[in-house]
């Protein structure tokens, strides 16, 4: 039987489940000019100086106008971040809302060196990163032209992103998002496993985070 959309949304993981409702959320709110991408940009000055933090917040759910690009970021973040925590971090949801909290601050500390004002597309190339490297061997079929192996897939997409765009600038977030993906692989994959031999406060969620998820502590 053909699944509908209410039976499709259950089946994605909770935290990708919310990230995605806010993401679409948001760009409706934009597109019904309830809000403007002016009171949802990142700034330092803005955020901490003018007193608006919610830009620290907001920032990460625009994906831009609606269009062929914002389409390509949400389906692309949307499929990995699901595979990622489907396969990565199934019932560790406050481990999945940990690395994405983590890269998220990371994100905001870059966002000024780099002119970034909005990090929803750095963000989202964090768990496709991540998922790539973790699957080495997976095959994958870019829009049915060619086949590659999952670690050339965040450089095939930022290509991607850069040709559609017309420049490197719009493909410059993209970059900023894997080099912290590739941090948090480090951290969690090679870090742990071959120099710290255990698990860290990178790779699992603290006690007070894992209440706040319902999850068992320890």
Request: proline share 8%; net charge positive; glycine share 6%.
């Amino acid at each position: 039987m053909p699944v509908g959309v209410e039976d499709w949304i259950r089946q994605i993981p909770p935290v990708t489940r919310a990230w995605l409702a806010l993401s679409v959320l948001t760009s409706l709110a934009v597109q019904c000019q309830l809000v403007t991408p002016l009171q949802m940009y990142y700034s330092p000055k803005s955020a901490f100086v003018m007193m608006q933090p919610w830009r620290a917040v907001s920032n990460f759910f625009y994906f831009g106008p609606i269009s062929l690009d914002y389409v390509f970021h949400l389906f692309f973040f949307m499929r990995y971040s699901r595979m990622l925590e489907e396969s990565s971090f199934p019932n560790r949801k406050a481990d999945y809302f940990w690395l994405l909290f983590l890269s998220s601050l990371m994100l905001l500390a870059l966002s000024p060196l780099f002119n970034l004002p909005f990090l929803s597309s750095p963000l989202a190339f964090v768990p496709i990163y991540i998922w790539s490297r973790r699957h080495p061997s997976t095959p994958i079929s870019l829009f049915g032209l060619i086949t590659i192996t999952a670690p050339y897939l965040p450089v095939a997409l930022v290509a991607f992103s850069w040709i559609l765009n017309g420049t490197w600038k719009a493909a410059a977030g993209d970059l900023i998002g894997c080099a912290v993906g590739h941090v948090g692989w480090f951290m969690r994959d090679v870090w742990t496993r071959e120099m710290a031999g255990g698990r860290t406060f990178f790779s699992d969620a603290p006690d007070r985070v894992k209440r706040l998820f319902g999850e068992d502590e320890g």
